[in-house]
């Protein structure tokens, strides 16, 4: 359920971040859509509640009254939403598990290939211009660079100790064009490519059912191949221009095949790369850098604004749902039970006047939740009546009527009655193992300050 609320919340920033793209994706530079798909990953992937919204502030949370004994309510229509059987969500999670399982496949089989292939390798020498040119040049330590007869095009792969492998047919003569490609690969390293993909095939397992992570993961490679381009071209000057695209046309027609563990040359669509390179400024304009700060200002509020999903006690403490486990009255809602009591009862009953005090109450607090009023939660069976879970023991327990004082000692007794009932609840499909684990951490949450 979390997965797919974090997908749900993930999409609205990858669309954003799309849009960006596809309009202003000549005047602003790649690393900045590298950053912002590394956002949208981070909303797909760490579960922190983050929205905007005020949280519900510490009130009144009045006891329900017998209602149900009152209006002989079914036991279905007092099921709240999100309490129902948990079977359609299984079939979700074992086709998800399926799913996730052959990409997880698919992607080690063909990484753990491609690896048999890039160990084939054979070491420069350390003497070898190659080496001493890097040396020179990054002030990166620990690069290997190899030649390979397994491979069309250059490539980097490991994030630790990065390889840079050569194909064995290139020309060694050519020393400007092997200088423009290990220009490439080093821009691969310092930009910690080889771990933003790695990250990117974590997000496209888990996410494998969301098509707009698809996408995200294809535009953030492409990214990641033209920021690098851009690199290039800041380090060899713009007259350089048209040996690089050169060069990059050949490397495609020997183009292989992906590997998303790995990073290399010929691992974009060529016509874009060039599109970029003739049209990519040294300098950022000044409408570059206004749409860059826009489009990240825009894309941070998409972060924050959306929740990602994931519950925990510190944002569920004022929540008086906890988390959509109960489900609260509305005023027209509970207009109807009222002149339903009234209609059967009559208006000078005792019960009636106290629930329309509550109502007025109700519509005083104008969804403020100050004071809410709660339908029950489920049914409970005993061996002589059938009646109806209230929330507030879990809640507000000091509002609940009682024989005995409310100390420590007589709500741990309430804990144990209410553990009994939730497992129940949780045997005849009410609630869930999770939902049950959430009401007791409350209630104990509740035991540590009665302590």
């Not at 609205?12 to 798909?37: E, G, H, N, Y």
Request: hydrophobic fraction near 45%; glycine fraction near 6%; charge should be neutral.
């Amino acid at each position: 359920m979390n997965l797919l609320r974090m997908s749900l919340s993930a999409s609205f920033l990858i669309l954003a971040v799309i849009a960006f793209r596809k309009f202003f994706s000549s005047k602003m530079p790649r690393t900045v859509f590298l950053f912002l798909w590394m956002l949208a990953w981070c909303k797909l992937m760490i579960p922190i509640p983050t929205g905007f919204s005020v949280p519900v502030t510490n009130g009144w949370f009045e006891k329900m009254p017998d209602i149900a004994t009152a209006l002989s309510i079914p036991a279905t229509a007092l099921q709240t939403a999100g309490t129902k059987p948990d079977f359609p969500w299984m079939i979700l999670k074992i086709l998800w598990s399926c799913g996730a399982l052959a990409f997880s496949l698919y992607l080690g089989c063909l990484h753990v290939l491609n690896l048999k292939k890039y160990r084939t390798a054979i070491p420069l020498k350390e003497s070898s211009w190659i080496l001493i040119w890097l040396k020179r040049k990054c002030f990166l330590h620990g690069i290997t660079v190899g030649i390979s007869d397994e491979i069309d095009s250059p490539l980097t792969y490991r994030i630790l100790f990065p390889v840079i492998l050569l194909p064995k047919q290139t020309d060694w003569k050519d020393k400007e064009s092997i200088k423009l490609i290990l220009e490439h690969e080093v821009a691969h390293i310092r930009h910690l490519d080889t771990l933003k993909k790695l990250c990117l095939a974590a997000a496209w397992v888990c996410h494998w059912f969301n098509p707009l992570v698809w996408l995200m993961v294809a535009f953030a490679s492409r990214d990641m191949e033209l920021a690098c381009d851009e690199a290039v071209i800041r380090a060899v000057g713009s007259d350089k221009r048209k040996t690089y695209a050169s060069l990059l046309v050949g490397l495609e027609a020997k183009r292989a095949g992906i590997d998303l563990l790995a990073s290399g040359l010929g691992q974009s669509l060529m016509k874009e790369r060039v599109n970029h390179l003739i049209h990519m400024k040294e300098k950022n304009s000044f409408t570059g850098i206004v749409l860059t700060i826009a489009a990240t200002i825009s894309c941070v509020a998409v972060y924050s604004a959306v929740p990602s999903g994931a519950f925990s006690m510190k944002s569920l403490k004022n929540d008086p749902t906890l988390g959509g486990i109960f489900e609260l009255y509305s005023v027209e809602e509970y207009q109807r039970i009222v002149d339903t009591v009234k209609e059967d009862r009559g208006e000078g009953d005792p019960d009636v006047l106290a629930m329309e005090r509550d109502l007025e109450r109700l519509k005083a607090d104008n969804g403020k939740g100050e004071f809410v009023i709660y339908k029950e939660a489920f049914m409970v069976s005993t061996e002589t009546t059938v009646v109806a879970f209230n929330p507030t023991i879990i809640m507000r327990p000091e509002l609940v009527n009682r024989n005995t004082p409310l100390t420590a000692g007589t709500y741990q007794n309430d804990i144990k009655d209410v553990t009994e009932i939730l497992e129940d609840a949780v045997a005849d499909g009410f609630l869930t193992a999770t939902q049950k684990k959430r009401m007791l951490d409350k209630m104990e949450e509740n035991l540590a300050g009665l302590e």
